[in-house]
Structure formats: structure tokens, C-alpha cells
């Protein structure tokens, strides 16, 4: 089959990476906005043009286990979730990360109850940061595609072998259509040979014992600083696999993307589907002769320090647009970058805003704030953080729900 | 509004917008967007349009907005068209054109269909009134175009279910070739139907609606965007701002009746009053009367006709709505 190019949500271009993947096993538990990825494949190992197993289990720990014990049979493996549901399995998550087994799994973001919602944010994935699983999170539907193929090799590089999450933006991306190129199944093979598992290869005929219980904490720090290890071996080990992604494909994925970065003064940090609004924000903002660029923040486990500080190094402010909340802290990112940057001579302002929460739009008018924000504080040295970007036509609205739901109270 | 603050940083650089008017195709976007109600179509027809743009060589996205799926439900599909290169996402608040399948959105202040439509827009409204009539009913001052697509749904496939003959319109209003409609009813009637007929039925009713629609000139502009100020959000005690609803009562204020297609009629003469109507609906908004006789709530009742189905002596006629 030769390249194609189809009207594809982001849910049908995992499904599509999955299946050229030629992925073994499929463990799988509804929930939205993810389980059109699972429908796909379920459909098409049922017609037949997928060989593999899909299996509906009870949970998604029940879910997160099996892809785990499956993959240290030493098959290839995916499974996908969402919010509430990353949550519910969330036990697992560092369980398997132990067990160095590199399946990938895609959490399509979606905002955590309470208040229930549907609509993305980052707080689901952003728990999962320190499990020892890799994170990449992915802006265009085509991204989304193409990242499933990238982190197999990534997961399954013998330097690494830890799982991996593809992240993507519910409805912004899982539900949203635009032109994806397909790509060959001959081409796939080239940069993706098949899984060969030399450390975890469970078989009747060949004994071994895994997830052991160690006391005494030795043995316990000596493990997790592996883990640790091998997740920074993925820095070195990504170059290669976008490289070479990028000969085969004629698309290119670096740790960050710098847009419009070059000769920019500003900088608008993002990740995800919002990022295609930042970039039409730096657009317009450009036209006015404002010098701004932005970065997008892809591969966040391992953090790409060394990448980061170079688009940043020299830049008079910054500006991080968290879409999540560490509630009685602020932005999960500002606090991650600011310790990137805290050792570096000729260092940025680092201004900090939370925005999109719940799917929340950013508007042109909140963009032009920030860029008004960086200004004033390069300007001035005041610098607001963290700040919610809220409007108020927001602030209104709120205000009339609020008094429907009976909501007074004497001020 | 005691707690906003309005940063006056904002003032000193806002940017002053001046819309240009420019023709579709040549640097601009066309935006749409479909409203619908839950299982009529209003998520297909707006990837009709897309796939169709995309397949004429646009730049197309699509994308449907529903909250927890059911039927009936109010929901909102986009289709963006450009091009170059789409950098926009998420929800169309300043649509070119509005395709509205079910007219008695119009009436619901939640859905407010033709909001944010932007000046010289276009709205498009299922409806058995004309252009005239349907903008002086429903107070809307842009472009109108009406056309019964429910009676030609009806009529050609036998179903009440709009998707590609929403799509038609659409296409013909974006001023996309038949061509280019024809395939893509073909490719998106094929993903979510089996039945080979249905397949070419729909394809026969999406170019009979293309065909019933004056071909337009749509002119884009620049989504300018609504003035509102970034403001502080003031602290407010949980009594406030904890999710709650504190006011009871207001579920009979919601009509959910309003989206039926087809109504129950009785006829007294042939009922029984053996009351399996009343113990089959499934929203038990059948009663009896004083006399015996079962009667629905109108307001309430959603036309799933398995009162039609169920009666064993046929005394129930099902009954085409038009809304008046």
C-alpha cells in the first residue's frame, strides 16, 4: 500500500499508527473521549485486516496489568485511556514502568472531575509525569500518527525500554478531522523492525521471575535510579529516531519546536492542539512588528533541558501558558522550566499563566495580554504569576449561571 | 461587578481590527458551523462539506461538539475551509454560515443557533417556511435560505436522517462542485452505512438538495473576535464557588418534546383503553383522561411512536410535525 492522504480525527490516526505498527495486543476499557480509537481497531482485527488480539477487560487497572504482563511476554502492545480512567488505573502505571516493558499507551486529555467535564486540559496526563513512563504530546492529528510509530522505537531501544504515553488533546484533536498522510506499510516496517525482547521474554519454556519485592532500601534506590538512567538515555536515543524518521517520512519531530524562534525577542511557551492558536496569535502579532516565537513543548518525559535552554537562551521574557493547575502552586510547566533556566547566565523573565482549562478557548484578545504581559515586565521588572487568562464576557456568564443555580450570599 | 479589575496594560497596546472583505478562495477562511439535534445528521453533513472541500484541494477541518452523547440532544458540528493552512481550532464562534437542521433550536435560548454569525453571513434553516417567513419568525436579520430537507429525507430515503442532504446544502452554499459532493457523500456514506441502496439513495437526496439551492457568493472576513478585557478572578467563599445547584424545581421548565419529527394522534373511536400505550412509553408521559381514554404530553413526548407500535388495535396514528 503507497502513501495516502485522508480526512482523519486524531482517535482513526492513532488507530492507523497502531495498525502499521503491527501491534500484537490490544487490552482495551471505554471511556471518552478515547474509545473511538479502540472501536477502530476493534473493527479492523475483526474484519481481519489487523492481526492481533483486542481484549475488553473489567477496569482500566485491569487494563494497564494486562498491557503490562503482555508486553513482558515480549509482544508488542497498546492501550489507550483518558482522565478519569488514567486515573482509575493509575496504581498500575508505576507498576509496569518498574517492570521496563515498552508498550505504548495513548491518554487522550480531558479535564478531571469535580466538577465533571470533557474537554482538555493537562492535569491527567501531568499525574502520570513521574511514573517512569515517557511523554509525548501531540499538537496536529498527523503528529499524532506519526508519534505512535516514533515512540516504539523509542520505548523498544535497548538503551531505554520503559513504556511510553502519546498524549493528544480530546475533541480538539481526537474528535477533529484535517488531511493525514497514511504512510506505507513497507516504509513503517524499514524504521520499525518487529519487538525483540532480551530482558523480559516470559514463556513456559523459558522460567523467569518478574516484579520482585526488594527490602531494605539498596536495592529499591538502585532500580529507580535506573529507571531514571534509561529515561535520559531517551534524550540521546530520540535524536536518532527522528532523524532517521525524518529520512524515511519527510517529517520532522524535534523534542521542541521552535516557531518562529529564531530571531524572536518573546517567547509564548505551549503544548498540544492550543498550540496552533498560539502560532496564529504569533502570526498577527508579528504583523504589528512584535518580534515573538513559540515554543512547543513535545517530548516532556525525558525533559528536554538541553533543547529548551537553547531556544530560550537570550530572549528578553517568556511566557508559559500551563493548560493545567497544580492547585497551591500554579503552572506544573513554569515550575519545570524555571528550574531549567535557574543556572543559566543571561536568563529570560519567566511569566506564568494558566489557560484552557476544561477546553476554556484562549482568545485573540488573552494572547495579546500575554504579549502586552512580556512587554510590561521586560519594561518594567513587574512580573504577575501565575495569572488565570479569564475574560470578562467569561466573568458575566459565570456570574448569571451562578445566579440560576441560587448562588447568593450576603457580601 | 465589584471585583473586576481591569489591567490597564491591556488598554495601552489593544489592537484596533479593520475587517476585509475579501472573496472566498482567495486568502481567507469560510467557517460553518451545523446545528442539530442528536442523531440527525448535523456531525456527518459537516464532514460531507469537508471531505468534500478537502477532496476539491482546500485546506479542511471538522470537528463535532457534544456533551454526553443521546439523542435529541442539542449538539454543533464545524467545518473550517481555507487555502492555506487552518491555524485555528475548537469551536466556531463567528461562523460565515450557519446550517441549522432542526428549526426549533431557534427557539432554544441554550443552543442560540445564529449566534455570532457575522455580518453579510448566511443562514440556512430546515423548515417548511419561506426565506421570508422564517426570518420574520425567528427575528434573524442576515441572509436566509429554507428549504424542507426533513420531507425530502422522508420522501428519498424514508428516514427523517439529514446528514449528506445537509451536506448538499452546505456544499452548495461554500460553492464546492457537484463533483467533489458526489464523492465525498460516496466515501462518507460508505464509512457509516452497509446497505448499498440507503448508500445510493443518499446520494441521489444530497445532490437533489444541491441542486434545490441558488449557488451564492459568500464572502469571508477575518474573525475579529470579541472585545472582552482579561480580568483578575477575585476570590469567593465555597458557599459560592463550590458546583452546586441550590435552586429546585426546574426540570418541568425544560420542554424535551420539542425536536419530534412524527407526533402520536388517538383515535377514541377504535381505543380500548386496554392502557399498553400507557405502560410501554418509555417516558411515561401517557395518562388517562377522566373518561378512560389515554392522552400524552405533548411537551414532553419525544415521537419514539412505540405507543404507535405497541397498541393492539391500531389506534394510534403517527402524524407528521410541522412547527407553526
Redesign the interface.
Known amino acids: 500500500m503507497a502513501r495516502t492522504r485522508e ?1 482523519l480525527t486524531g482517535n482513526t490516526s492513532v488507530a492507523w499508527g497502531v495498525r502499521l505498527a503491527e501491534v500484537d495486543y490490544v487490552p482495551t476499557y471505554p471511556i ?1 473521549p478515547q474509545t473511538e480509537i479502540i472501536e477502530t481497531l476493534a473493527k479492523w482485527i475483526y474484519d481481519g485486516v489487523m492481526d492481533a488480539r483486542c481484549v475488553s477487560l473489567d477496569s482500566e487497572h485491569s487494563m494497564i496489568t494486562a498491557a503490562g504482563a503482555a508486553s513482558a511476554t515480549g509482544v508488542r502492545v497498546f492501550t489507550a485511556t483518558s482522565s478519569q480512567g488514567l486515573l482509575y488505573g493509575f496504581e498500575m502505571l508505576y507498576t509496569v514502568a518498574g517492570w521496563r516493558v515498552p508498550f505504548v499507551m495513548v491518554n487522550v486529555s480531558r479535564g478531571l472531575s ?2 465533571i467535564t ?1 474537554e482538555p486540559d493537562h492535569n491527567d496526563i501531568l499525574a502520570a509525569r513521574d511514573s517512569g513512563f515517557l511523554q509525548i504530546h501531540c499538537e496536529t492529528c498527523q503528529e499524532a500518527l506519526d508519534s505512535i510509530l516514533m515512540a516504539y522505537r523509542l520505548a523498544e531501544d535497548e538503551r531505554v525500554l520503559l513504556p511510553i504515553f502519546v498524549n493528544m488533546d480530546g ?3 481526537s ?5 493525514v498522510e497514511i504512510p506505507d506499510i513497507d516504509e513503517v516496517r524499514r524504521f520499525l523492525p518487529p519487538y525483540q525482547s532480551n530482558h523480559a521474554f516470559f514463556k513456559a519454556s523459558q522460567p523467569m521471575a518478574q516484579g520482585l519485592a526488594v527490602i531494605g532500601g539498596s536495592s529499591y534506590s538502585y532500580f529507580k535510579y535506573q529507571m531514571h538512567l534509561a529515561s535520559m538515555k531517551a534524550l540521546i536515543v530520540y535524536q536518532e529516531v527522528s532523524e532517521e524518521f525524518n529520512k524515511i517520512f519527510g517529517r520532522s519531530y524535534n523534542t521542541t519546536e521552535g516557531y518562529m524562534t529564531h530571531d524572536a525577542e518573546y517567547i509564548l511557551v505551549m503544548s498540544n ?2 498550540s ?2 498560539g ?2 496569535a504569533i ?1 498577527k502579532v508579528r504583523k ?1 512588528g512584535m518580534k515573538a516565537g513559540l515554543l512547543r513543548l513535545r517530548l516532556l518525559r525525558p525533559f528536554p533541558d538541553a533543547d529548551l535552554k537553547a531556544i530560550l537562551k537570550g530572549k528578553k521574557a517568556v511566557a508559559v501558558i500551563d493548560q493545567n493547575i497544580s492547585v497551591g502552586k500554579g503552572g506544573i510547566w513554569y515550575s519545570e522550566i524555571a528550574g531549567a533556566l535557574y543556572h543559566e547566565k543571561n536568563k529570560p523573565l519567566l511569566l506564568s499563566f494558566i489557560g484552557g482549562l476544561g ?1 476554556k ?1 484562549i ?4 494572547f ?2 500575554i ?3 512580556m ?2 515586565a521586560f519594561n518594567t521588572g513587574e512580573i504577575e504569576t501565575p ?10 456568564e459565570m ?1 448569571r449561571l ?1 445566579s ?6 450576603n ?1 | 461587578m465589584p471585583y473586576i479589575k481591569n489591567p490597564t496594560v491591556q488598554k495601552d497596546m489593544r489592537v484596533s481590527y479593520s475587517p476585509t472583505y475579501t472573496f472566498f478562495g482567495a486568502e481567507q477562511m469560510l467557517r460553518v458551523r451545523f446545528h442539530g439535534r442528536g442523531g440527525q445528521g448535523a456531525k456527518v453533513a459537516s464532514r460531507v462539506l469537508g471531505t468534500a472541500a478537502f477532496l476539491e484541494g482546500y485546506c479542511a477541518q471538522d470537528f463535532p461538539l457534544y456533551g454526553a452523547e443521546r439523542r435529541g440532544a442539542p449538539i454543533t458540528a464545524f467545518t473550517r475551509i481555507s487555502r492555506e493552512p487552518i491555524l485555528e481550532r475548537g469551536v466556531i464562534s463567528e461562523p460565515d454560515m450557519v446550517i441549522i437542521l432542526d428549526e426549533t433550536l431557534l427557539d432554544d435560548p441554550q443552543a442560540n443557533p445564529v449566534s455570532g454569525i457575522k455580518e453579510g453571513g448566511i443562514v440556512f434553516i430546515n423548515t417548511a417556511h419561506s426565506p421570508a417567513e422564517a426570518k420574520d419568525k425567528h427575528k434573524v436579520a442576515e441572509r436566509v435560505i429554507t428549504l424542507d430537507i426533513t420531507k425530502i429525507g422522508l420522501d428519498m430515503l424514508g428516514l427523517p436522517v439529514l446528514s449528506t442532504l445537509a451536506g448538499g446544502v452546505a456544499a452548495r452554499i461554500a460553492g464546492i462542485e457537484e463533483d467533489s459532493l458526489r464523492k465525498a457523500v460516496e466515501k462518507e456514506a460508505s464509512a457509516i452505512l452497509t446497505d448499498e441502496k440507503l448508500i445510493t439513495k443518499n446520494l441521489e437526496a444530497s445532490l437533489f438538495c444541491f441542486h434545490a439551492i441558488h449557488s451564492l457568493e459568500v464572502k469571508t472576513t477575518e474573525a475579529i473576535g470579541k472585545e472582552s478585557p482579561v480580568i483578575d478572578v477575585p476570590f469567593e467563599p465555597a458557599l459560592i464557588s463550590s458546583p452546586t445547584i441550590n435552586t429546585t424545581g426546574n426540570t418541568p421548565l425544560r420542554k424535551t418534546g420539542n425536536w419530534r419529527v412524527f407526533k402520536p394522534v388517538w383515535n377514541y373511536e377504535a381505543c380500548t383503553k386496554c392502557m399498553t400505550c400507557v405502560a410501554r412509553c418509555p417516558d411515561g408521559c401517557i395518562a388517562m383522561n377522566e373518561d378512560g381514554f389515554p392522552y400524552t404530553d405533548y411537551d414532553n413526548c419525544k415521537g419514539c411512536l412505540i405507543c404507535v407500535e405497541e397498541c393492539p388495535v391500531k389506534a394510534i396514528e403517527k402524524v407528521r410535525e410541522v412547527h407553526t
Request: net charge positive; charged share 30%.
Open positions: 480526512m471518552t469535580s466538577p470533557l475533541f480538539h484533536l474528535f477533529t478531522r484535517e488531511p492542539s492550543f496552533t492558536l502560532k496564529a502570526e504589528k477546553g478557548n482568545s485573540a484578545q488573552e495579546e495580554f504579549f502586552n504581559a512587554i510590561k495569572r488565570l487568562l479569564y475574560t470578562e464576557g467569561e466573568w458575566r456570574e451562578k440560576i443555580a441560587g448562588k447568593t450570599y457580601k
